[in-house]
């Protein structure tokens, strides 16, 4: 019985990683065709820009094959996969291409690409996440696992307001990432918007607080706690190497992005040792 379900379970992740790859090419073609005259393959004329595409396929194979492995294929399924992470993959290339348009004309250094590139990859989850529990609430049938599906319906206001605060947080490192030296945004204008955002988030903040029970109190206390310890030892042993001459000094958004990245894992650490993933 073991056997024949970890035998399923590779071939669920064999296919799904081959649809993984297949939607990612296609994806990238269509927006390289309408972002760009030249053909598709003068993409692949710069090292690095070829260098970049071919992890995205691999990161993208492993993330569709990894987490629907154990997800069954069926035209429903492949179905729901083309709907629901279609969009939020378009939406990620798109982020991406223009990021790395500014980035080629040497507008952007290390600090203000990775700040951006990752709150590229925030902004994605928060999108598929929306759409997902979106799905929920109409006909769509988007959502594989029926249990899955009606924790959404009975959460979803507080699952809502969780992404929208995640995408909220990748958008002010996008906005951060661009308004540094020779950025494209002006200091006044990157400020401006930044207080928004960080409005939006204390607004967001208190109201999944409100709507929070126990559980997500003691998860949010949890991860709380290791988020400290990871910037302590991260950050802290960082900022020692630099002390000492073996690395650069960390940027001022080297901090923020380190703070923002660390902050997502504590929490999905946290989620996973209550093996609340596997729901």
């Known amino acids: 019985m073991a056997t024949d379900r970890s035998t399923s379970q590779w071939r669920n992740f064999a296919v799904w990683s081959a649809a993984g790859a297949l939607f990612y090419v296609l994806a990238v073609w269509g927006v390289f ?31 569709v094959g990894f987490s629907s492995r154990k997800r069954p294929v069926s035209l429903r399924t492949l179905r729901n996969f083309l709907i629901r ?37 925030l902004l994605f989850f928060a999108i598929l996440g929306i759409l997902v529990t979106a799905s929920a609430h109409t006909g769509a049938d988007l959502i594989d696992d029926p249990m899955a599906g009606n924790d959404l319906r ?41 207080l928004v955002l960080i409005a939006v988030l204390v607004a967001l903040g208190i109201a999944v607080w409100r709507l ?24 802290g042993g960082w900022a020692m190497l630099a002390q000492l001459g073996f690395a650069a000094a960390p940027a001022p958004l080297d901090w923020l992005t380190l703070f923002t990245v660390l902050m997502f894992v504590a929490s999905f650490v946290a989620v996973g040792r209550r093996r609340l993933l596997a729901r």
Do not use: Q
Request: net charge negative.
């Open 33 to 63: 065709s309408l972002v760009s005259d030249d053909s598709v393959s003068a993409m692949f004329r710069s090292k690095e820009v070829a260098a970049l595409v071919g992890l995205g396929l691999l990161f993208s194979m492993a993330c």
């Open 85 to 121: 992470d279609g969009a939020a993959v378009v939406v990620c290339l798109l982020v991406m291409w223009g990021l790395g348009t500014v980035a080629g004309a040497g507008t952007l250094g290390a600090s203000e690409w990775v700040a951006a590139v990752t709150g590229a990859v």
């Open 154 to 194: 009975e959460r979803g206001r507080l699952i809502i307001f969780s992404f929208v605060w995640m995408a909220a947080c990748g958008l002010l490192l996008i906005l951060l990432g661009l308004a540094g030296p020779g950025g494209v945004l002006s200091p006044v204008a990157a400020l401006a918007g930044a």
């Open 212 to 235: 929070n029970d126990e559980l997500d109190r003691t998860l949010s206390h949890e991860a709380g706690n290791l988020a400290f310890y990871l910037v302590l030892a991260l950050g």
